[in-house]
């Protein structure tokens, strides 16, 4: 089963969390490469109400201006971008990255309005970071590198 197939089978991904880990290093490799290297092929915001993805290789951040500029809610706050509000109004973001062939899409599940996302919203947010990206994802793991997909074979569905 691919993944696509297995998150169309999940109800709620951030419920779906297994215990295993794939990329335990996911947000630190992610966060310490310039943008653009293998270990951080982009940045990525998804509103879910929506399904439109922001996708950028050229930010050093969810709160660059390139967002800023897209994203109402980033820029709501006076002094700094403001990723609450963000999530708050239905936006999700994580990274793209590489380690050895797999690429892997990592989300801020903690982020996730009311811990619920849909595994057919999930499946369509990765066929539109493959395709914005150009690669085919591996894996969709969260901010501490936990496979989202995981409890499929777990539960032997």
């Known amino acids: 089963m691919g993944l696509i197939d297995g998150l169309m089978k999940l109800q709620n991904v951030i419920e779906g969390r297994g215990n295993k880990i794939v990329f335990p290093n996911a947000i630190t490799q ?11 092929l982009g940045i990525w915001w998804f509103h879910v109400p ?16 390139e967002f ?3 994203i109402p809610e980033l820029g709501l706050t006076r002094a700094v971008p403001n990723k609450f509000l963000a999530v708050k109004a239905g936006w999700i973001s994580g ?3 590489l380690v050895k062939d797999d690429v892997f899409a990592f989300l801020y599940a903690e982020e996730v ?30 901010e501490n590198g936990m496979d989202l997909v995981d409890k499929l074979s777990q539960d032997g569905k």
Request: glycine share 10%.
């Open 95 to 97: 990274r793209l990255g």
């Open 30 to 40: 992610t966060h310490s490469a310039l943008p653009g290297e293998p270990a951080n």
């Open 50 to 65: 929506s399904r439109k993805l922001l996708f950028s290789t050229s930010a050093w951040a969810h709160i660059d201006s």
């Open 68 to 70: 800023v500029a897209q």
């Open 113 to 142: 309005a009311g811990g619920v996302l849909p595994g057919s919203v999930a499946a369509d947010l990765l066929n539109q970071l493959q395709d914005r990206a150009g690669r085919a994802i591996s894996f969709l793991v969260d």
